[in-house]
């Protein structure tokens, strides 16, 4: 009675509103400061902290080493007790700037136009390096060393042992430099995919082709856009002279990409693979300190209960580093709040890709990042129809990577490094004593460190689900245009439409969009919300299995009548205000696999080149209305309906 009391008058309901989406005009807002701002790419502040703080690759301690040896010497080959190596990009001959992302120049602190400079377009054509042979100074490019652990229930332990020691994965992503915003002082690693061989490579030729370094840039971007954790782009640049063995010959391309760190699962998963002790406790101390603001950023230990409450969805920080935590069997040190704070961080990504119908088509550990970043972007895609079972990825026979299944699968992931974490997490406050950090646990004390690391782990797994949930269900509450929670919502309003979509092959995104504009004064009677319900329905008209054009006005009637009730109770007569604040939530324009498929035709075979700045501007805006008056009619199409033919559509890991 009090919520709807105080929410019944309207200054007061105005006021919350404005709280609730302060975030938005703050961030719109800080952005418009920035784009007046911004150094050269000279004056940008560079570091190399990850090198300075972490083991080389043991064959090439010095970027001199590395440099100055022939390209065959550097591999591909086995690299161990080391989580990098100093390795420089492959010259490109006449380089092509395709395209770069205002969006992440502005981020990452470089001044509007500085991507006409030619040290801008050298740097993300691999032709250009921070480094002086002669002088040995600077910030030589390095490859990070990672392995990753594919879902042990489709694959024997005998492919997923082979994948850990041999660095199976495919890495042709070299490190220019760490760069910092002078402004926001926001660090991040800049990197090129694509700019040749690393040892890491394997058999590959550490090259990336156009089509999938296109997807990549402009998915990575969108996803930032529409506020969902994920890796950047800052540029797209041709390769026209690198021709590119895949399914068939294409034409190789660099994604210039950044991160706050590109640090993921998998890297714990190689050392653990190996037994190496030493660095696992090494690398999660640097990502405590070096990733994470300090030990004194990480969680304070929660109650775990469904639903959550706020002590759990917001922990205490804080905690001393060396302060445990918990009772027995469960007493936390610094490397379980840590876990914790890894897979908090993925459960709040995770719910942001189920509410956007984001589905990334591959996440083994090596696609989980530690900072709960979307990763890796290969044969991704959004939904279209609402399809719980939908992989994009159509070497993916058994689905386990599909739609439904990526919370449960990112757990999985979570839980592998849980198990490499497992000896820190499990000492309690035993970590630091001598004897266990040079040899070990006592034998002793093995059976408690176990029951003590699957307790942690078990509990980890609970707070994993409660934060996933109550993330879940608030980003679902602001696409469906409430303000308040009632515990009713999910199987009322959630769970309905969720099963109207999937039963009437909706497409997910465009119901939201279109529901933004329904006024409740559309919707006050049956016959009225019958009429309504065609404005989500596909061109062609009802599809689905057993539907009639009846049948389906009546089931989306009905959950309308119930979701106009809803909305009444939270807006009152403010219907206007609803609208624009789902808006802000309900994206137009969505980088669909059709669209991304036209793009890179027009561009591969037609030579088009303005398409690709056209569709960023739509990626990196996609809450707008319009974005060219002169090109409302191609908009529009990208906007519509899906053509029946290309919905759903799949693609491979070839890349």
Same mark, same amino acid.
């Given at each position: 009675?009090?919520?709807?009391?105080?929410?019944?008058?309207?200054?007061?309901?105005?006021?919350?509103?404005?709280? =609730?989406?302060?975030?938005?005009?703050?961030?719109?807002?800080?952005?418009?400061?920035?784009?007046?701002?911004?150094?050269?790419?000279? /004056?940008?502040?560079?570091?190399?902290?990850?090198?300075?703080?972490?083991?080389?690759?043991?064959?090439?301690?010095?970027?001199?080493?590395?440099?100055?040896?022939?390209?065959?010497?550097?591999?591909?080959? =086995?690299?161990?007790?080391?989580?990098?190596?100093?390795?420089?990009?492959?010259?490109?001959?006449?380089?092509?700037?395709?395209?770069?992302?205002?969006?992440?120049?502005?981020?990452?602190?470089?001044?509007?136009?500085?991507?006409?400079?030619?040290?801008?377009?050298?740097?993300?054509?691999?032709?250009?390096?921070?480094?002086?042979?002669?002088?040995?100074?600077?910030?030589?490019?390095?490859?990070?060393?990672?392995?990753?652990?594919?879902?042990?229930? @489709?694959?024997?332990?005998?492919?997923?042992?082979?994948?850990?020691?041999?660095?199976?994965?495919?890495?042709?992503?070299?490190?220019?430099?760490?760069?910092?915003?002078?402004?926001?002082?926001?660090?991040?690693?800049?990197?090129?995919?694509?700019?040749?061989?690393?040892?890491?490579?394997?058999?590959? /030729?550490?090259?990336?082709?156009?089509?999938?370094?296109?997807?990549?840039?402009?998915?990575?971007?969108?996803?930032?856009?529409?506020?969902?954790?994920?890796?950047?782009?800052?540029?797209?640049?041709?390769?026209?002279?690198?021709?590119?063995?895949?399914?068939?010959?294409?034409?190789?391309?660099?994604?210039?990409?950044?991160?706050?760190?590109?640090?993921? @699962?998998?890297?714990?998963?190689?050392?653990?693979?190996?037994?190496?002790?030493?660095?696992?406790?090494?690398? &999660?101390?640097?990502?405590?300190?070096?990733?994470?603001?300090?030990?004194?950023?990480?969680?304070?230990?929660?109650?775990?209960?469904?639903?959550?409450?706020?002590?759990?969805?917001?922990?205490?920080?804080?905690?001393?580093?060396?302060?445990?935590?918990?009772?027995?069997?469960?007493?936390?040190?610094?490397?379980?709040?840590?876990?914790?704070?890894?897979?908090?961080?993925?459960?709040?990504?995770?719910?942001?890709?189920?509410?956007?119908?984001?589905?990334?088509?591959?996440?083994?550990?090596?696609?989980?990042?530690?900072?709960?970043?979307?990763? /890796?972007?290969?044969?991704?895609?959004?939904?279209?129809?609402?399809?719980?079972?939908?992989?994009?990825?159509?070497?993916?026979?058994?689905?386990?990577?599909?739609?439904?299944?990526?919370?449960?699968?990112?757990?999985?992931?979570?839980?592998?490094?849980?198990?490499?974490?497992?000896?820190?997490?499990?000492?309690?406050?035993?970590?630091?004593?001598?004897?266990?950090?040079?040899?070990?646990?006592?034998?002793?004390?093995?059976?408690?460190?176990?029951?003590?690391?699957?307790?942690?782990?078990?509990?980890?797994?609970?707070?994993?689900?409660?934060?996933?949930?109550?993330?879940?269900?608030?980003?679902?509450?602001?696409?469906? %245009?409430?303000?308040?929670?009632? +515990?009713?919502?999910?199987?009322?309003?959630?769970?309905?439409?969720?099963?109207? =979509?999937?039963?009437?092959?909706? /497409?997910?995104?465009?119901?939201?969009?279109?529901?933004?504009?329904?006024?409740?004064?559309?919707?006050?009677?049956?016959?009225?919300?019958?009429?309504?319900?065609?404005?989500?329905?596909?061109?062609?008209?009802?599809?689905?299995?057993?539907?009639?054009? &009846?049948?389906?006005?009546?089931?989306?009637?009905?959950?309308?009548?119930?979701?106009?009730?809803?909305?009444?109770?939270?807006?009152?007569? =403010?219907?206007?205000?609803?609208?624009?604040?789902?808006?802000?939530?309900?994206?137009?324009?969505?980088?669909?696999?059709?669209?991304?498929?036209?793009?890179?035709?027009?561009? +591969?075979?037609?030579?088009?080149?303005?398409?690709?700045?056209?569709?960023?501007?739509?990626?990196?805006?996609?809450?707008?209305?319009?974005?060219?008056? %002169?090109?409302?009619?191609?908009?529009?199409?990208?906007?519509?309906?899906?053509?029946?033919?290309?919905?759903?559509?799949?693609?491979?890991?070839?890349?």
């Amino acid at each position: 009675m009090f919520l709807q009391s105080v929410l019944y008058r309207p200054s007061i309901l105005r006021a919350r509103i404005a709280q =609730m989406t302060a975030h938005l005009s703050n961030s719109f807002e800080s952005s418009s400061v920035r784009s007046v701002l911004g150094v050269s790419l000279a /004056d940008l502040p560079k570091s190399n902290v990850f090198t300075s703080s972490l083991p080389p690759d043991p064959s090439f301690k010095t970027p001199a080493e590395s440099h100055n040896a022939p390209r065959v010497n550097l591999g591909p080959r =086995m690299v161990k007790d080391a989580l990098y190596t100093f390795v420089h990009p492959e010259q490109t001959e006449e380089p092509e700037l395709l395209g770069i992302s205002q969006t992440a120049m502005r981020d990452i602190g470089l001044r509007e136009g500085e991507e006409k400079s030619e040290e801008f377009k050298n740097l993300v054509a691999g032709n250009h390096i921070y480094w002086d042979n002669e002088s040995a100074e600077g910030i030589y490019p390095w490859a990070q060393c990672y392995g990753g652990t594919l879902s042990a229930r @489709v694959l024997s332990k005998k492919i997923v042992d082979f994948a850990l020691g041999w660095q199976l994965f495919v890495t042709r992503a070299i490190s220019l430099f760490e760069s910092t915003n002078p402004y926001t002082k926001t660090r991040y690693e800049i990197q090129l995919k694509g700019a040749g061989k690393t040892p890491y490579s394997r058999f590959a /030729d550490g090259k990336a082709v156009l089509r999938s370094s296109l997807r990549e840039f402009v998915v990575s971007e969108a996803l930032n856009a529409l506020r969902i954790p994920t890796t950047r782009a800052l540029s797209l640049t041709l390769a026209p002279k690198s021709r590119v063995r895949r399914e068939t010959i294409e034409t190789g391309a660099i994604v210039t990409r950044f991160a706050q760190s590109w640090l993921r @699962v998998g890297t714990f998963d190689i050392l653990r693979f190996r037994g190496n002790r030493k660095l696992i406790r090494t690398l &999660a101390t640097y990502v405590a300190e070096h990733v994470f603001p300090g030990w004194e950023s990480l969680p304070a230990a929660v109650p775990i209960s469904l639903p959550a409450t706020s002590s759990t969805l917001h922990p205490a920080r804080s905690v001393p580093a060396y302060e445990i935590q918990g009772d027995a069997p469960g007493e936390e040190n610094r490397f379980s709040r840590l876990y914790r704070e890894i897979a908090r961080r993925n459960a709040v990504t995770v719910a942001y890709w189920q509410a956007y119908a984001f589905t990334n088509g591959v996440l083994n550990t090596d696609n989980t990042s530690l900072l709960g970043l979307s990763l /890796d972007f290969g044969p991704f895609a959004f939904l279209d129809n609402f399809d719980p079972s939908y992989t994009p990825n159509h070497d993916d026979h058994m689905l386990r990577y599909c739609y439904k299944n990526q919370p449960s699968i990112i757990w999985w992931n979570l839980l592998r490094l849980g198990e490499s974490l497992g000896e820190l997490i499990g000492a309690g406050a035993e970590i630091d004593e001598e004897q266990f950090v040079n040899e070990g646990i006592r034998e002793e004390s093995v059976p408690q460190l176990i029951k003590r690391a699957e307790t942690i782990i078990e509990r980890t797994r609970k707070e994993y689900q409660a934060v996933f949930d109550a993330e879940f269900r608030r980003l679902m509450r602001a696409r469906l %245009g409430l303000v308040s929670d009632k +515990e009713t919502d999910f199987d009322e309003l959630f769970s309905g439409l969720l099963d109207t =979509m999937e039963a009437l092959e909706l /497409d997910f995104n465009h119901f939201f969009r279109r529901l933004s504009s329904v006024r409740v004064t559309e919707i006050e009677t049956e016959e009225q919300r019958k009429d309504l319900a065609a404005r989500f329905f596909h061109k062609e008209g009802v599809t689905g299995l057993g539907n009639t054009e &009846a049948s389906a006005r009546e089931r989306i009637a009905e959950w309308l009548a119930k979701w106009r009730i809803r909305v009444q109770e939270d807006w009152h007569d =403010m219907d206007k205000e609803r609208e624009t604040a789902m808006k802000k939530v309900n994206p137009k324009f969505i980088p669909r696999s059709w669209i991304l498929d036209e793009v890179i035709q027009r561009v +591969e075979r037609g030579g088009e080149r303005e398409i690709i700045g056209k569709v960023m501007k739509m990626a990196l805006n996609p809450f707008d209305d319009e974005w060219d008056p %002169g090109d409302r009619a191609q908009e529009e199409r990208f906007c519509g309906d899906v053509p029946r033919g290309n919905r759903q559509m799949m693609c491979s890991c070839s890349s």
